[in-house]
């Protein structure tokens, strides 16, 4: 059997569906990179709020050991004592 020659358009048909292929493949890896990237600074999120919840707690037990049971008005700088 002869090898037979594949019209000009069907060759450029073929050449026009492989770019494709590759060009959503390489959009599928930069999806992936991205998802890495958001889970990552997500992570990272995670752990600054953990650590803000710790430094308000403690600090929050700081000034109660300090002032007492009551609440604080942050606008004018006052403790407020529990009634």
């Known amino acids: 059997m002869e090898n037979k020659k594949l019209e000009s358009a069907e060759v450029e048909k073929l050449k026009e569906l ?3 292929s590759a060009n959503l493949t390489g959009e599928f890896g ?7 990237q958001v889970e990552s600074r997500k992570n990272d999120l995670v752990a600054a709020y953990n650590k803000l919840k710790e430094d308000e707690t403690a600090f929050g037990k ?3 050991d300090k002032y007492g049971d009551g609440t604080i008005d942050i ?9």
């Open 62 to 64: 700081e000034l109660s």
């Open 18 to 20: 492989q770019q494709t």
């Open 30 to 36: 930069n999806l992936e990179i991205l998802k890495l």
């Open 75 to 83: 606008e004018k700088g006052e403790f407020i004592p529990k009634k």
